[in-house]
């Protein structure tokens, strides 16, 4: 069983232009997630799919941000007139329907985003 | 006031030792799942183990055991037998209630290195 995966995992760009990072959640995995993780902080909570529905975003998710899960399978997150401010790690996490004494994420190895 | 509170920002320990990892909580849901996750230097956040808040007995996963302490909101992680490969940044983490597609909050992590 392969883990989650996130493509790519390294991205630079210059302020002002659009990126785009993709996550693969562990196969049968229903939900997926997004979290943004700064230098010295924990991550932090961005959006969460069931299948293909949004059904929660974070007040950090300006309008600059969108992420689509259009098959219920992968996962987008794009970013728009991207700005320094943005530069994170963006993290992925797929979790089971159900799993006996709570839900567990999984995480992906993440996307390092540098904005010049 | 913080949800999560990991006050070690760095942590020494050497090979073979014990290390207790600590971190405190902060929810008034009586219904709540308390996490530790490892990130290496690569980015990916590993999970570790888990502790649900009605479970009887602390949790152990191997090396890794959490001592829960209900009534004074903390949920150490103690890593037995250190190797050098421990040496990462570990966080704890909580889901407040038990519904699933609850996103995780995070303390700002703690920093291990185990030397040999």
């Known amino acids: 069983d392969t883990g989650v995966s996130q493509d790519p995992r390294h991205k630079i760009t210059k302020r002002g232009q659009n990126v785009t990072f993709r996550c693969d959640p562990i196969s049968e995995h229903n939900r997926l997630y997004w979290y943004r993780q700064t230098l010295g902080q924990g991550p932090e909570f961005l959006t969460y799919f069931q299948n293909e529905a949004q059904l929660e975003k974070s007040r950090l998710l300006s309008d600059r941000f969108s992420a689509e899960r259009p098959k219920g399978s992968f996962s987008t997150l794009e970013i728009q007139r991207t700005e320094q401010g943005d530069s994170a790690m963006y993290l992925c996490?797929?979790?089971?329907?159900?799993?006996?004494?709570?839900?567990?994420?999984?995480f992906g190895p993440g996307t390092r985003l540098l904005v010049l | 006031a913080q949800k999560i509170t990991q006050t070690q920002p760095g942590m020494f320990v050497q090979e073979k030792e014990a290390v207790t990892l600590d971190c405190t909580y902060d929810t008034s849901d009586p219904s709540y799942g308390l996490f530790w996750y490892k990130q290496p230097s690569s980015g990916e956040m590993i999970f570790l183990i888990y502790q649900g808040s009605y479970d009887q007995q602390n949790a152990t996963e191997g090396r890794y055991s959490l001592n829960f302490q209900k009534a004074r909101k903390s949920a150490n992680l103690v890593i037995s037998a250190s190797q050098l490969g421990d040496s990462a940044m570990y966080f704890c983490?909580?889901?407040?209630?038990?519904?699933?597609?609850?996103?995780?909050?995070f303390g700002k992590g703690t920093t291990l290195s185990v030397s040999s």
């Open positions: 996490a797929s979790s089971l329907p159900y799993e006996p004494g709570g839900e567990t994420q999984y």
């Open positions: 983490a909580m889901r407040e209630g038990n519904q699933a597609g609850t996103a995780l909050i």
